[in-house]
């Protein structure tokens, strides 16, 4: 069964700067691309960042030059540090990867529980 755990989320005060991760779990033949995206209550699920199997990474616009996405092909997990943090990026953060649990399957996407993360004086 594979399984996306995330950790690192917390209070934090504005300013301040954060670190999560998200490891895939379980029997896999290849991670694609991972990313992060982020939920505050009463809006949609976006996207912050993502990074492909060749390191291309991509920002949403409200995190460019704070946020820095990558990942550990080795041990399957991807990083976001988080610095500058800000009131307005109080969220649940959700880990996504794009893989193949077997090499004839087609890519499906995962999905982490989702890790809280509170800016806040």
């Known amino acids: 069964q594979v399984q996306l755990v995330e950790s690192g989320g917390g209070l934090v005060q504005p300013g301040g700067s954060l670190r999560l991760s998200c490891a895939v779990s379980g029997s896999i033949f290849s991670v694609n691309s991972m990313g992060w995206y982020r939920q505050a209550p009463g809006k949609e699920r976006e996207l912050v960042a993502d990074?492909?199997?060749?390191?291309?990474?991509h920002y949403t616009d409200s995190v460019k030059g704070r946020f820095t996405i990558s990942r550990d092909n080795v041990k399957n997990t991807v990083y976001l540090q988080m610095n500058s943090l800000k009131p307005e990026d109080t969220a649940v953060y959700f880990c996504?990867?794009?893989?193949?649990?077997?090499?004839?399957?087609?890519?499906?996407?995962?999905w982490g529980q989702g890790t809280q993360v509170t800016v806040s004086s």
């Open positions: 990074i492909t199997s060749d390191d291309t990474t």
């Open positions: 996504a990867a794009k893989l193949q649990r077997l090499r004839f399957l087609p890519n499906q996407n995962y």
